[in-house]
């Protein structure tokens, strides 16, 4: 079955240095697609990044980065530059396939982030 | 453009009762899916739908049922309400035919209180 591991319940980080939190995932298909989610106390899920299996550049998008692992199924996400407004439970998912389409998507229990000034 | 729309933003039920929420999903997108959150967990997949029907479905009992309209969005049911079905209830939209990174975008969530 498919599944996501995030081993960090809690993180700190002091403003303005980069901290990297631990995701790796575990599925039989070859293809695939890697999520990472930020979600302030609001509740709603924030798109921070996307990794295709396929892929072979890392992703990156502003201030975040993934460094992506295939080969031990791992997907950390990396925030240069922390800012308070980081402050967050960061979620990786990974969507399954169905028939070509979006496939639902299966999260992990998340990291609590905390950015002190 | 509007994003995904989900109400009410809070609810709060008795055992037993019945309970509808309700999601809109983003402008263009044809595809609705139904996330549950307890407290400190990740979300996990209730069931999605396209073209009015159910496509996938999670582990969930048959006490979860759900709804798509013509104009694409959707109604979450949740019948007999038990105290474990408290929870942040999570919508998200999709177009079925996007691939990558374009796929979900999320609502901020109903939250169901069972007392």
């Known amino acids: 079955a498919q599944k996501i591991t995030q081993t960090q319940p809690g993180m700190f980080v002091q403003e303005k240095e980069a901290v990297t939190l631990d995701c790796t995932y575990d599925?039989?298909?070859?293809?695939?697609?890697l999520f990472w989610y930020k979600q302030p106390s609001s509740g709603e899920m924030i798109f921070l990044i996307y990794q295709g299996s396929y892929d072979e550049q890392n992703a990156t998008e502003g201030r975040y980065s993934l460094n992506f692992q295939k080969a031990r199924k791992s997907a950390n996400l990396v925030i240069s530059a922390s800012q308070l407004g980081d402050s967050a439970m960061y979620f990786c998912?990974?969507?399954?396939?169905?028939?070509?389409?979006?496939?639902?998507?299966?999260f992990g229990k998340g990291t609590k982030l905390s950015v002190k000034p | 453009d509007a994003g995904v729309t989900q109400s009410p933003t809070h609810l709060i039920k008795t055992r037993g009762q019945q309970v509808t929420l309700r999601c809109s999903p983003k402008s263009g997108h044809d595809t609705v899916s139904w996330y549950q959150q307890a407290l400190g967990q990740g979300p996990q997949f209730i069931f999605q739908?396209?073209?009015?029907?159910?496509?996938q479905r999670g582990n969930f009992p048959d006490r979860f049922s759900g709804h798509q309209f013509p104009n694409y969005s959707s109604e979450l049911n949740v019948n007999a309400l038990l105290l474990g079905d408290s929870a942040l209830y999570l919508c998200?939209?999709?177009?079925?035919?996007?691939?990558?990174?374009?796929?979900?975008?999320f609502g901020s969530g109903t939250r169901l209180t069972v007392v």
């Open positions: 998912a990974m969507r399954e396939n169905y028939g070509g389409s979006q496939g639902n998507l299966i």
């Open positions: 599925t039989s298909d070859q293809s695939y697609g």
């Open positions: 998200a939209s999709s177009l079925a035919l996007a691939a990558g990174r374009y796929g979900y975008t």
């Open positions: 739908y396209y073209e009015e029907e159910e496509r």
